[in-house]
């Protein structure tokens, strides 16, 4: 779901520069804070597509040695790999929500107030979070599978 919202603010980014860069080339005009909604934009965007990258396996991962090794013993990292990976998730969700709820700065050129946006970090890591726990759950089973 977060996914799919994020989809639809990569229209607007689109059309917002491609007007800005247009308007610079034929009138020498620009239009105020487009670099500013831009880069508001893309990072709701990448926020937003965390989770559905961790759940099509699409984030980099080394696996040229891990692959060699039985399937159940790649289970056993992929467990502690998760482990590991919640407990990094479980701190950024705490902190990025810390530091939305205090924060009171606004952006320089169009006063937009910025604690929407770092608030963003708590669903989209959070949602992150349940998606290495798929995966954690998937990994278990294969551990824990008769042989």
Known sequence: MLAFSAMFL???MMFLTTLDVSLRRIFSLT????????TMMLAAFILLGLS?????????RITFLVEKLPTRVQAGIEIFLSLLTLL????????????AIEEEQVSDMLRIPLWPFR???VPAFF????????DLIN???????RI
Request: glycine share 6%; proline share 4%.
């Open 31 to 38: 239009i105020p804070g487009t670099m500013e909604l831009s």
């Open 119 to 121: 608030m963003l970090v």
């Open 52 to 60: 559905y990258t961790q759940q099509c396996r699409g984030h980099v």
């Open 88 to 99: 990094l998730l479980f701190a950024l969700v705490w902190e990025g929500w810390v530091v």
């Open 10 to 12: 990569l229209l607007p």
């Open 139 to 145: 990994s278990s089973r294969i551990l824990l599978r």
């Open 127 to 134: 949602s992150f979070a349940l998606e290495v726990i798929v």
